[in-house]
């Protein structure tokens, strides 16, 4: 669909209603009607169908297996253990008795039938109090925040911060309350006015993280706007405002690229939501809307140059921008097991690429399930697709303790650290644009890339391993050391040469290769990485330093050695 259809189909929506409703009640298809499934994203869902059995749905000449996946908007992934048992009861009623974590700190639900998706939409605002309103669409998606252990007045000033800034940037729509609670008023069901967004909402999603250093596991600089907490006297001073980062790339198109985010300023917590609304307008008013691949901010500022986006920016917040304060990050990753926060303790819990759910032996669902069974503490869901339970005493980490030993949770202290820091987004079979699998394949990809680091002496070290099923990018995997981009079935770009903060963006190292080829090339660096690295160096590191990306970029489509 051309970036000028989508405008005329949000504009022509009446604030986001569309014929939705006809679309739900058509019993002839099990799924919407095409305008439909535009809309139907701002209100948190997209329609998907099972592409495992795409082919033999054709060849019977049956529409696809239409389905639909929901997102949950959980600025920060702050659940209650009730909220969590709600969620675990939605996917069992609703969904394919799974749970996926995203990297936005999100829990999405997949394989909802078209007569499922009121009742499931329905069971989250009523049972779990949780919305899906902009988690997906042209409008603020759900806000990062960096998940811990380190806690402190920092973070959770920060977290609370990310929760009022999101409700403030809501759509004001009364469309979701109308279709999916038949009109059920809550305390803030929104009016039709649309103060920030006007009538076409964005040209495309937007999407803000906070960072508390000196963990920068939401990967702020991949973020359209993010906020680097910075701490006077162990108090929330203000932010680094960073703007312009992202993702998403389309293949063969030089005119689409991932981008780190630039500093732009600093601001004190009072003017974050100004600056928020300014930046957000900004896009607004001046982002592409004909093209969507060039529709983000990181190009509208390309386009605009800094001084003159500042200088907008600055107009509408009605202040200046103090001089950007630098910020040190030492981590993009999470820590697994216990810590203790500031004299609670809390859990880091490893979740194969997110996916909650009791198969091959193992039992994340019930284990998860048990835990929130006890009440205690909050569930923390990570950027990393991981979880934390946090804020229990002695008693009550004695008892998650056991529930943890007991349902097999406690992986994390056996994994080696490629695959326990990997990250893969969902790709095959519910999404549509993936063109090779992702999350199904991470843990016999991660096993070969350990092997080879064996091989070669290497077993225990820590690469950071990412693996996304085409170039959009959603386990952000252009921050990886090594990063393997779905082209197609079994074939993948290799990039090489990020670092572990989320600071330095990798470089395609070889394109479309399969994946032998991929694993013969890594298999000649780990043997140069083994001899020549120096004390403690990472991967990535070493790579720049002994020129092998610097020199190759291009010419590493031969055979680096
Ligand atoms: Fe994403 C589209 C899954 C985080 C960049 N992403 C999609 C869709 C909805 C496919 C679609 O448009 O039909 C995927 C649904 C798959 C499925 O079956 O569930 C999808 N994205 C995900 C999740 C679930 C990946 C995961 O395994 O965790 C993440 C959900 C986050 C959330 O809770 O909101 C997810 N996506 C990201 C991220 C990482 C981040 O936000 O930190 C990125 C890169 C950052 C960025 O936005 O630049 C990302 N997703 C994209 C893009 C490329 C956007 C672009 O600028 O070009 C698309 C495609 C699009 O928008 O057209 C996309
Ligand atoms: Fe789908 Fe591509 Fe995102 Fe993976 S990276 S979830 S394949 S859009």
């Known amino acids: 669909m051309t970036g000028e259809e989508v405008e005329r189909i949000k504009k022509d929506s009446r604030r986001l209603r569309g014929t939705l409703p006809e679309s739900l009640a058509d019993p002839a298809s099990g799924g919407l009607a095409e305008t439909d499934t535009v809309i139907l994203k701002f209100h948190g869902s997209y329609q998907q169908d099972d592409r495992d059995l795409r082919a033999a749905r054709q060849a019977a000449f049956l529409e696809p297996a239409w389905q639909f996946m929901i997102r949950t908007r959980t600025p920060?992934?702050?659940?209650?253990?009730?909220?969590?048992?709600?969620?675990?009861?939605?996917?069992e009623r609703h969904g394919n008795g799974t749970l996926r974590l995203t990297t936005r700190q999100a829990v999405q639900f997949h394989g909802v039938l078209k007569g499922e998706l009121k009742p499931a939409i329905q069971a989250l605002v009523r049972e779990a109090k949780i919305d899906t309103i902009a988690a997906c669409g042209d409008v603020n998606r759900t806000i990062s925040v960096s998940a811990g252990p380190e806690a402190s007045a920092l973070h959770r000033e920060t977290h609370a911060l990310a929760a009022r800034l999101s409700e403030a940037l809501l759509p004001r729509t009364r469309a979701y309350f109308e279709i999916w609670l038949d009109g059920e008023r809550l305390p803030d069901s929104g009016s039709e006015e649309e103060p920030i967004y006007g009538e076409t909402y964005l040209p495309r999603k937007f999407k803000i993280a906070f960072a508390v250093p000196p963990r920068n596991d939401v990967e702020v600089l991949a973020q359209d706007l993010g906020f680097i907490a910075c701490a006077e006297r162990d108090a929330l001073a203000g932010f680094t405002v960073t703007v312009g980062g992202g993702m998403g790339m389309t293949a063969g198109d030089p005119r689409t690229y991932p981008l780190l985010a630039r500093p732009l300023g600093f601001v004190r917590p009072d003017q974050v939501l100004p600056l928020a609304v300014a930046v957000l307008?900004?896009?607004?008013?001046?982002?592409?809307?004909?093209?969507?691949?060039?529709?983000?901010?990181?190009?509208?500022?390309?386009?605009?140059?800094?001084?003159?986006?500042?200088?907008?920016?600055?107009?509408?917040?009605?202040?200046?921008?103090?001089?950007?304060r630098p910020w040190r990050f030492t981590t993009s990753g999470d820590a697994f097991g216990w810590a203790r926060e500031e004299g609670r303790f809390s859990l880091g819990l490893w979740v194969p690429a997110g996916r909650v759910a009791d198969r091959d032996g193992t039992a994340w669902r019930s284990g998860l399930r048990a835990i929130a069974e006890l009440g205690v503490g909050h569930f923390r869901i990570t950027p990393n697709q991981n979880l934390r339970i946090v804020g229990l005493n002695d008693q009550e980490r004695v008892a998650v303790e056991r529930r943890v030993v007991a349902f097999g949770l406690d992986v994390h202290a056996r994994l080696r650290p490629v695959l326990r820091d990997a990250l893969a987004c969902v790709a095959l079979p519910s999404c549509p644009l993936a063109m090779a699998e992702a999350e199904r394949a991470l843990p016999a990809l991660s096993v070969r890339i350990e092997r080879l680091l064996e091989a070669h002496g290497l077993a225990d070290e820590a690469i950071g391993f990412r693996v996304s099923g085409c170039p959009n990018g959603c386990s952000r995997p252009y921050l990886a050391e090594i990063a393997l981009i779905g082209r197609a079935p079994g074939r993948y770009d290799l990039r090489l040469g990020g670092d572990r903060r989320g600071e330095r963006l990798n470089v395609l190292a070889a394109e479309n290769l399969e994946?032998?080829?991929?694993?013969?090339?890594?298999?000649?660096?780990?043997?140069?990485?083994?001899?020549?690295?120096?004390?403690?160096?990472?991967?990535?590191?070493?790579?720049?330093?002994?020129?092998?990306?610097?020199?190759?970029?291009?010419?590493l489509q031969g055979a680096p050695r």
Do not use: C, H
């Open 515 to 555: 994946l032998e080829a991929i694993f013969e090339r890594l298999d000649r660096l780990f043997a140069r990485f083994a001899q020549e690295r120096q004390p403690d160096e990472p991967f990535g590191d070493f790579l720049w330093r002994t020129g092998i990306l610097a020199a190759a970029n291009d010419s």
């Open 281 to 324: 307008t900004v896009q607004r008013d001046f982002g592409e809307r004909g093209e969507r691949k060039r529709a983000r901010l990181k190009y509208t500022l390309e386009t605009m140059g800094m001084e003159r986006f500042r200088a907008e920016i600055e107009a509408r917040a009605g202040f200046a921008l103090e001089p950007v």
């Open 76 to 91: 920060g992934g702050v659940l209650s253990p009730s909220q969590w048992l709600a969620l675990d009861r939605i996917a």
